[in-house]
């Protein structure tokens, strides 16, 4: 009987050790296959069992909870997936609530840098902006506009008023006009006078006729007197 019982004791033994060995290499699994590149390789804690055999009994992933110097955004993502392995198994131990308030931790702390840095950097470009536009030469612009103006305004000619003019070839028509009106017009009679004394044929005719006194021909017998 007591080697029967011892023999049961050793069944009930194995079984239990198989059952943690199980349970610790599912656990550390999830650990490492969660913290990717950040986790190391599992290492376990063996108990020999009755038949000679090793079964793990305790096990841990390493895993970088550090954060990554001068880049709090990837320290921020580093912290997530710290707390996400952590986290990982069905049955997180005291030990893994621990590493995921630590993560939790150090997310907060990137956040606060994160957030600091991207003000130094807004407020290093405003300054730039600033500088650059301080550097621009305003004031000599409008000072040389002004210049130029002040010397355009000295240098240009000053041409006086127009005034009304008239050509000599436009008033002289005017003016002949002016002393043809002024003449008197000669009337009918001193017209036919002048006509009829230029034309020597004409009145060599009226001679020969008889019809021009030559003595008076401008008497009642004259040639005029017959034409009027």
């Known amino acids: 009987p007591a080697a029967q019982q011892q023999e049961l004791a050793d069944q009930a033994l194995l079984e239990q050790l198989r059952a943690r060995d199980r349970e610790v290499r599912i656990h550390e699994a999830a650990h490492a296959a969660v913290g990717g590149r950040y986790a190391g390789s599992a290492s376990f804690q063996y108990q020999r069992g009755p038949d000679g055999r090793n079964y793990a009994v305790g096990g841990e992933v390493g895993i ?11 320290t921020i993502e580093k912290a997530r997936t710290i707390r ?9 131990s005291a030990q893994d609530r621990r590493v995921a308030a630590e993560a939790a ?11 600091a840095q991207t003000r130094q950097e807004q407020a290093a470009e405003e300054k730039a902006r600033a500088e650059a536009a301080d ?5 000599e612009v409008i000072t040389e506009t002004q210049s130029d103006a002040d010397t355009s305004a000295q240098t240009a000619p000053v041409f006086p008023p ?6 000599q070839s436009d008033s002289q028509p005017e ?9 008197p017009r000669p009337n009918a009679r001193e017209r036919l006078e002048q006509l009829l004394l230029g034309t020597g044929s004409i009145l060599q005719q009226a001679n020969r006729q008889g019809l021009v006194d030559p003595q008076n021909p ?6 005029l007197d017959v034409i009027a």
């Open 218 to 223: 401008y008497g009642k017998s004259g040639y």
């Open 64 to 74: 970088s909870t550090s954060p990554v110097p001068g880049d709090p955004q990837a």
């Open 175 to 183: 003016e002949d006009s002016a002393q043809q009106q002024e003449k």
């Open 162 to 167: 127009p005034v009304a003019q008239t050509s």
């Open 135 to 139: 550097e621009q030469p305003v004031e």
């Open 84 to 92: 996400a392995a952590a986290l990982a198994p069905a049955e997180p």
């Open 105 to 115: 931790q150090m997310e907060v702390e990137a956040r606060t840098e994160l957030q």
